[in-house]
């Protein structure tokens, strides 16, 4: 597609539930990110992956945030047993190559998750 | 560890006003440096960027300096309009095998006519 593309783009879920967010990034992009946008918060790095690998797992808050990446393209973040605190706007960004000086990133429109 | 710090909104100025959103970073290496920007309901938008000391990015209107004796990227724009108005977030890209781009709060800019 033309750019990053995330489904759903809203999800209410309710507190203990697992979900899933996907995210499919610009084709031919080999490398991709998952951040987290709390309200009034900055950006928060998750995830890193280059291709399949995830060379950076440093930003994911716990043991119930996991991700994988298949074929190279669509990305999936799952959340395990959902807190309040989840709630968030989770933003995939996808970029040509692996972080290099001077990538640009290319972010989608986010997920914006709620936890009731 | 590299973060970054930017100035806290939000920020509101008339048409035609000049504009400059400060940014400083702490950081290992030679990071590049960039300005997103995020205009309501949309998704993040890289606005300009540098990738070396004194390099000026420039896109719309808006310039950015890479400083690196005052590790700062402060954001400038003559004459704000209107259609300015969104969130500026300023970003930092590691070196040397880091592989995070690291996000600044985020500044808030109203624009009023």
């Known amino acids: 597609g033309a750019g990053v593309s995330q489904s759903p783009s809203n999800k209410v879920t309710e507190k203990g539930k697992d979900v899933e967010l996907r995210c499919d990034p610009i084709?031919?992009?080999?490398?991709l990110y998952w951040y987290r946008q709390s309200l009034g918060q900055g950006l928060e790095f998750l995830i890193y992956?280059?291709?399949?690998?995830?060379?950076?797992k440093s930003g994911l808050p716990s043991d119930r945030f996991s991700a994988e990446r298949t074929g190279g393209s669509v990305s999936t973040l799952t959340i395990q047993r959902t807190q309040q605190e989840d709630s968030a706007v989770y933003l995939c960004?996808?970029?040509?190559?692996?972080?290099?000086?001077?990538?640009?990133?290319?972010f989608g429109e986010g997920s914006w998750l709620t936890v009731v | 560890g590299d973060s970054v710090t930017q100035m806290e909104g939000p920020v509101t100025l008339s048409e035609e006003a000049f504009l400059t959103i400060n940014c400083t970073y702490t950081?290992?290496?030679?990071?590049?440096l960039f300005w997103y920007v995020q205009y309501p309901g949309e998704g993040l938008q890289l606005l300009l960027k540098?990738?070396?000391?004194?390099d000026k990015g420039s896109n719309k209107g808006f310039e950015a300096t890479y400083r690196k004796e005052t590790t700062s990227f402060h954001l400038e724009k003559g004459s704000v309009q209107v259609s300015d108005s969104a969130v500026y977030f300023c970003?930092?890209?590691?070196?040397?095998?880091?592989?995070?781009?690291?996000f600044g709060a985020g500044t808030r800019l109203f624009v009023k006519a």
């Open positions: 992956f280059q291709g399949n690998s995830a060379p950076d």
């Open positions: 950081a290992t290496g030679y990071p590049s």
């Open positions: 970003a930092l890209l590691q070196s040397g095998g880091g592989f995070k781009t690291i």
């Open positions: 084709s031919g992009h080999t490398a």
């Open positions: 540098a990738t070396k000391a004194d």
């Open positions: 960004a996808s970029s040509l190559a692996g972080p290099l000086t001077g990538n640009t990133i290319y």
